[in-house]
């Protein structure tokens, strides 16, 4: 609850270098990895590792328990959102230099694969859904 909370009250969406070794920001205080480093923290990463099996790799969607973690997360980001409504998603662009985890950091217009859908058009889900 603790991680959860610090996690939401994070001002920011993301700091650079935008990947896993970033220490600040709600996407990796969420996410879990630089973050679990420094300060044993892991919210959504360590979810997987805790629950084990299918969920540990990369055959976690076929676990029905990968769903509800993955709901829990979206409702998280809706919830920061809200708690935050003016900050922007970040990085704006994508760097020049995105450093490990390249094909992970997207712009705010770069299509991501495999749909190439951008970062900006999934920002506002509450025209298909919102919670209660
Ligand atoms: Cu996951």
């Known amino acids: ?4 909370a610090r996690a939401l009250k994070d001002p920011v969406y993301d700091t650079e270098p935008w990947n896993s070794i970033s220490t600040e920001g ?13 300060r044993n923290v892991g919210n959504h990463n360590r979810v997987h590792q805790w629950v084990g099996g299918p969920m540990a790799g990369a055959a976690s969607p076929e676990d029905p328990v990968f769903w509800l973690h993955h709901s829990f997360i979206d409702l998280l980001w809706d919830r920061w959102r809200k708690a935050h409504p003016k900050a ?3 990085p704006g662009r994508k760097p020049a230099s995105p450093g490990r985890d390249r094909d992970y950091v997207f712009g705010l217009d770069d ?12 920002l506002d889900h509450s025209k298909i859904y919102r919670y209660a």
Request: aromatic residues 12%; charged residues 25%.
């Open 26 to 38: 709600f996407r990796n205080r969420i996410e879990g990895w630089g973050i679990h480093r420094v």
């Open 111 to 122: 299509p991501m694969p495999p749909w190439n859908v951008t970062p900006r058009k999934l």
């Open 88 to 90: 922007a998603y970040l």
């Open 1 to 4: 609850a603790d991680d959860v």
